[in-house]
C-alpha cells in the first residue's frame, strides 16, 4: 500500500500535468497560420445595416447612438481579416477577439493609437462583438447574450468601426466600440430636426457627465444659451449646413462640430484630432479615408430589428434532442437514421460549442451521427449521468461554471449560422429539425 505523503505527492503531479495539458488543449485551438491572406473588401452595405440594427437596439434603451469613426473600423477590418480563414475551425468566443499576437481588443486599440485616459495605456476604452450569418441572426444572438448585450449597449462608449465580410455561411460581423478622452461625438436624427447628445462615462475619466450644453452656428454666434444637459435637443429653424454644440463641466470645454446633412460630416471635437490608422488592411470604405479627422455621419435608425420566428417542434420527432440541467447538457440524435450535424453549433452567454470540438476530444463520424448516439457538456469535475436513451456518449466538453451557458439564459442551436432553435434555461429540453 502507498503512504499517504507518496498519494498527496502523487496527486498533485497529476493535477499539475492536467492544467499543463488543458492550458496546451487552449492554445492548439488558436489559429496557427498567420500567412498573408488575400485582402477581402468590407461590405459597407451591410456593415451600415448591422449598425443601424445596434443603434435601433441602443436607442430603445436609452442610450445615444454610435458614430462611425475610423481608426475602429480599421481594427475591425483588421481583426475580421485575420480571422475569417478560420472561422470554421474557431471553437470558443476568444479565439474571434485574439490577432496573430494574441492581442486582445484593447491592447489592439492600444497598439493602433487609440487615446487611453491619462498617462496609464491600460486605461483604454474599447470593446469587440463578433457574429455570423444574417444581419437578424447575429443581432438576435446579441441580444440573447448577456455579454455581446453588455458591450453594444455600453453607456460609455460614443464611437464605433464596424467590418462584414462574405463567408459561406452569410456574413462574419465584426463591431468595434470605443471612447475617447474629450470627444463628445453629436448624431442628428434621420428627420433632421434634433440631435442627440452624448457624455464621457468612463471609469477612467476624471470628471464624468456633462453639466450644460450650448449651441453656436458655424461663425460661434450663440443660437441657444447655456442650459441642463439632455439626451436630445431640438435644431433651431434656420440653421444651413451645421453648427457647434458646447459642453461645459465645470470649467472644462468640448466643443463639437456637426453637419446637419448627410453630405458632410459631423461629430468632430474641435480639440481633439482622431488618431492615426496604424491597423491593416485599410478599412475599405473611403468616407473620412482622405482625412482621418472627419468621422462619417451616423443616421439614427427608423426600424427596430424583429427576431425571427422558431417554429414549435414535437419532441418524440425531432431530429435532435437537448435535455439539460444545472450541470450538464447532453444532445442526442432523436431520429431512426443518421444525421449529419457537422456544422451544428451551440452558442449561448458568450460560450459557443460546436461539433469541431466535440470531435476533436474524440473521433467519432458527424457527417452521419448515429441514431440514439449522444454528445454532451458538463461542468468540470462532476460526474456526468448518462441517460438511458444514449446508446453511446461519442465526446464530452468540460466548462468551468462561469460558462455554463445553459442554465443562465436563453441559449441557440444553429447549423451553418441559421437559427434551428432558440431554448430556455427552465424548460430542460430543447427540440431541433435539422435542415
Not at 455579454?147 to 455600453?154: F, G, M, S, T, W
Not at 485599410?282 to 468621422?295: E, H, I, Q, R
Request: proline share 8%.
Amino acid at each position: 500500500m502507498m503512504s499517504n505523503t507518496y498519494t498527496r505527492h502523487l496527486g498533485h503531479w497529476i493535477a499539475r500535468i492536467t492544467v499543463i495539458l488543458l492550458i496546451l488543449m487552449g492554445i492548439s485551438n488558436l489559429p496557427q497560420n498567420t500567412a498573408a491572406q488575400p485582402a477581402v473588401a468590407n461590405d459597407t452595405v451591410k456593415a451600415a445595416e448591422i449598425l443601424a440594427q445596434v443603434n435601433a437596439w441602443r436607442v430603445e434603451n436609452g442610450l445615444w447612438p454610435l458614430t462611425v469613426n475610423p481608426t475602429l473600423e480599421a481594427l475591425a477590418m483588421a481583426q475580421a481579416s485575420y480571422v475569417l480563414p478560420f472561422l470554421p475551425n474557431i471553437q470558443n468566443e476568444e479565439q474571434y477577439h485574439l490577432d496573430a499576437k494574441l492581442r486582445n481588443p484593447r491592447q489592439r486599440g492600444e497598439a493602433a493609437g487609440w487615446p487611453s485616459y491619462g498617462t496609464n495605456a491600460d486605461r483604454i476604452e474599447v470593446g469587440e462583438n463578433a457574429g455570423v450569418g444574417t444581419a437578424r441572426f447575429v443581432m438576435n444572438f446579441w441580444r440573447s447574450s448577456p455579454i455581446h448585450a453588455k458591450a453594444a449597449l455600453n453607456p460609455t462608449y460614443r464611437e464605433v468601426g464596424v467590418a462584414a465580410l462574405p463567408t459561406k455561411n452569410g456574413t462574419f460581423y465584426m463591431i468595434d466600440f470605443g471612447a475617447r478622452p474629450d470627444v463628445l461625438p453629436v448624431v442628428v436624427s434621420a428627420d433632421g430636426t434634433k440631435l442627440w447628445l452624448t457624455e464621457e462615462k468612463s471609469r477612467y475619466a476624471t470628471v464624468t457627465g456633462a453639466t450644460r450644453v450650448r449651441l453656436l452656428d458655424a461663425t460661434g454666434k450663440p443660437l441657444t444659451e447655456f442650459a441642463a444637459w439632455s439626451s436630445t435637443l431640438t435644431i433651431p429653424a434656420d440653421v444651413p449646413d451645421s453648427l457647434q454644440v458646447v459642453y461645459m463641466t465645470g470649467d472644462k470645454q468640448v466643443t463639437t462640430m456637426v453637419a446637419l446633412r448627410p453630405s458632410l460630416t459631423s461629430a468632430v471635437a474641435t480639440n481633439t484630432p482622431a488618431p492615426a490608422i496604424s491597423a491593416s488592411p485599410t478599412p475599405a470604405s473611403a468616407v473620412g479615408a482622405a482625412n482621418p479627422t472627419t468621422v462619417p455621419v451616423t443616421r439614427a435608425p427608423d426600424v427596430t430589428p424583429t427576431v425571427p420566428a422558431v417554429p414549435t417542434i414535437d419532441p418524440a420527432k425531432a431530429d435532435i434532442l437537448l435535455t439539460y440541467d444545472a450541470t450538464s447538457l447532453i444532445l442526442r440524435n432523436n431520429s431512426a437514421s443518421a444525421e449529419d450535424v457537422s456544422n451544428l453549433s451551440i452558442l449561448g452567454s458568450g460560450v459557443t460549442v460546436g461539433m469541431p470540438l466535440w470531435t476533436k476530444l474524440s473521433d467519432f463520424p458527424s457527417a452521419a451521427f448515429p441514431s440514439s448516439h449522444c454528445v454532451a457538456i458538463q461542468l468540470s469535475n462532476t460526474d456526468l449521468s448518462i441517460p438511458a436513451n444514449c446508446k453511446w456518449t461519442r465526446s464530452i466538453v468540460n466548462l468551468t461554471p462561469a460558462k455554463i451557458f445553459w442554465t443562465m439564459d436563453n441559449f441557440i442551436v444553429s447549423v451553418n449560422g441559421t437559427t434551428l432553435a432558440t431554448c430556455k434555461p427552465g424548460d430542460g429540453i430543447c427540440a431541433i429539425d435539422l435542415p
